[in-house]
């Protein structure tokens, strides 16, 4: 006899587990916090099998450190269902082309090499059989020189992601900053009480900035990895 209070579903044998499906985070330090807390907000979801690509002080400027889509290849080689990618805090810099040629930070010229790259990072994310690819936008800056650099990278992320079927982009901006376009260190909860989200650098996600991304991430994916 079954105990009181338990029930199996049609078709399935008791104690049978849904199959697993994989979540790949991928990023530079922006997204290292952001993973624990991806950790905690999925851990009730026994069907999803989380792992990550993480590597500090990289990015999309410069492969013959890293190479992202070789990189993204290797960890996504299971095929997992969706592939979450935050990138780019690093990359305002001069860009050293295939053609060994140098295309300056913020002419279009680094524009469309950029482009191109975020390009073959997605086409590999979607090669590797993520049926649903998440972007995440990195949030103003403090310094100056790093807003234009956010700025700059997520309007380029932003239409590549357009371009691609099964890929999307979230906008981080209005999340953290009361008004977009304008840093700030704080978020105000229900009640009107603020709530500090910003690391002392004045770009890194702290702990409560980290878990209230965490939670939009979730919200975005938890219905594509949910059992079908």
């Known amino acids: 006899m079954l105990a009181a209070g338990a029930c199996v579903l049609p078709g399935r044998k008791a104690g049978a587990q849904a199959p697993q499906r994989g979540l790949l985070v991928c990023g ?6 952001v993973a624990r807390s991806l950790t905690r907000e999925f851990a009730a979801f026994p069907s999803v099998r989380l792992s990550q690509l993480i590597s500090i002080g990289t990015g999309l400027a410069r492969p013959d450190v890293f190479d992202w889509p070789a990189k993204l290849k290797e ?3 299971d095929r997992p269902a969706a592939i979450v990618i935050m990138l780019g805090a690093n990359d305002g810099q001069n860009l050293r082309t295939a053609q060994d040629t140098v295309v300056t930070e913020g002419t279009p010229e680094w524009t469309a090499e950029y482009a191109a790259r ?3 990072l997605l086409a590999q994310a979607r090669e590797s059989g993520a049926g649903h690819v998440l972007w995440v936008g990195m949030p103003d800056m403090r310094e100056k020189k790093l807003q234009a650099d956010a700025q700059r990278i997520n ?6 992601c357009a371009k691609v079927a099964g890929v999307e982009f979230l906008d981080t901006t209005a999340l953290f900053s009361p008004k977009p376009g304008t840093y700030s260190a704080y978020v105000i909860r229900p009640g009107g009480k603020p709530l500090l989200v910003r690391s002392s650098d004045g770009g890194h996600l702290n702990a409560d900035g980290a878990d209230l991304l965490a939670r939009a991430i979730r919200e975005k994916l938890a219905p594509r990895l949910s059992p079908q």
Request: charged content about 20%; proline content about 0%.
């Open 28 to 33: 530079d330090s922006m997204v290292k916090t």
């Open 155 to 160: 309007a380029v992320a932003r239409a590549e």
């Open 118 to 120: 975020v390009a073959a």
């Open 75 to 77: 960890a996504a080689a």
